[in-house]
């Protein structure tokens, strides 16, 4: 029942489906535990960091995204 850009199920307490469909709405959600994560363990490999938030079943599956996602981010900030 994952949903939205950040795959958040309303079965985990996220939101309704129609809050975690809302781009804005999932952001804010996920950096809401992001950051204290991220204060908490500054030591973190991001993608790490990622799953400490998402608790994925497939905890090692961010890394295979890593090098695009820091291109996106790169090509975004300029």
């Not at 029942?1 to 469909?21: C, H, M, N, T, V």
């Amino acid at each position: 029942d994952s949903l939205g850009l950040f795959q958040q199920r309303p079965s985990a307490g996220w939101g309704s489906r129609e809050q975690i469909s809302d781009p804005e709405y999932a952001a804010k959600k996920f950096f809401e535990k992001a950051i204290p994560n991220d204060k908490k363990h500054p030591d973190y490999a991001k993608t790490r960091l990622a799953q400490s938030v998402q608790i994925s079943a497939f905890p090692d599956a961010y890394a295979k995204w890593d090098k695009e996602a820091e291109k996106i981010v790169a090509d975004f900030l300029g």
